[in-house]
C-alpha cells in the first residue's frame, strides 16, 4: 500500500509506492531517500548526475517517466499539485513561454522577448488561459527561477505535463535561437538532431529534440493535446513528432511518415501539434519589416497570431497557410522595394526561405479539423 512521505523542501505530501527508495518531488525537484528522511535536502540540480531529465531508468513501478513520483498511463495516480498549477483537476489550460534576447551576446536577438508577451497577451486575453497557469521564461527578468537556462527549460517542460488529464490543453512556446547537432542514436534520417538553445547553451549544451520529445510528448494521456509553436532556426521537427506535413505552395499537402519501430516517438494516447518557424535546414527571420516600427519580432509569430486573431474557425491548413503567405507577402514587398538588398543575409533571404511547418503525432484532414487551443 503507498504511503505519504512530507517533502523536506517544499512540505508536500507525496504518495511513495511500498517498493521505491529514491523519490523526487516534481514540485520542487527535492530528492530524498524514501526510507531515510534525514538525509533529504539534495537538490535536483546540484545531483543531475542521479536524475536527468531524458534519461530513462528503470524503477519499479515508474512507468514511462524518469521519476518514480510520476506513473505511466496504465499506472497513473493523483499526486500534490506543482505549486505553479493553482487550477482544476479537468479542463486545463496551462502553458510554457520563452522568449531569449540572449541579452549581451554577440548573436543576441532583438524580438523574442516581444514575441513572448505578444503570446501571453493572445493566450491570456483571447484564448481563455488562466493567467497564473501561463509559466513565462525571458531573460530580462531578475528572478534567476524565471531565466530561459536550460535547467529551468527543463523543469518547466516537466511542470507543463505535470498531471496532465483527458481534457487538458497544454501550449509549449519558445523564441530564440535553434540548432542542429550530430545525431548520435542514429534516430534521425538526416544524421541531425534539431535543439534548442537556452541563455547558458555555452557551457550547458541545447536541449535537443529527443529529450524535448521524451518530456513533452511521451507522457500525454488519451483526451489530453499539446500544441508547441516554435520561432527558432532549423525548427521542423524539433518536437520529434512521427509525421510531418509537406506542403506545396498550391495548398496540396501529403503526411510523411518518419516512424522508426526501433524509436517510440508518439504519445501515450494523446494528440501533440507543432507548428514551427521553418524546415529543418533553414533559418527563421527576427524583424520588424512586419510590424513597421523599430520593434522586432519574429515572423512566424507575427504571422501566427495574426491569423488567429482575424480569421474565424481556423483549420489547421489555412493557419499554415495564413502563415505561410504573410511571410512570402513581406518578401514580395521587400524585393519590390528593393529593401530587401540591404537585409540580405538577415531576413527572408533566397538561400534559407523561411517555410513555416507543421508536425503531428497522427495524419489528419487539415482542411476540415479545426485549431482550437
Known sequence: MDR???CSGCLQYLLVPPEVQTICCASCGTIANSTDTSNAQARWGKTRDLL???QTRSYPGSGTHAFPSVYGPHQRQLLPRPALSPVSVHGRKRALICGLNYIGKYYSLKGSI???KCMRFLLVEKLGFPLDSVLMLTD???DPLLKPTKRNMRKGMRWLVYGCQPGDSLLFYFSGHGAQQEDYNFDELDGYDEALLPIDHETEGGIIDDEINETIVRPLPRGAKLHAIIDACHSGTVLDLPFDCKMNKEGYYIWEDKRNPKFNKGTSGGVAFCFSACD???KASDTNVFTGTKTNTGAMTFSFIQAVE???DLTYGRLLIAIRNA???V???LRKTGTIKILVNKVLQKSSIQEPQLSSSYPFDIYSKRFLL
Do not use: H, L, S, T
Request: aromatic share 0%.
Open 52 to 54: 536527468v531529465p531524458g
Open 114 to 116: 516581444n514575441d513572448a
Open 140 to 142: 530580462d527578468q531578475q
Open 4 to 6: 505519504r512521505q512530507q
Open 327 to 329: 511571410i512570402r507577402q
Open 310 to 312: 482575424n480569421e474565424p
Open 331 to 333: 518578401k514580395a514587398c
Open 280 to 282: 529543418d535546414d533553414q
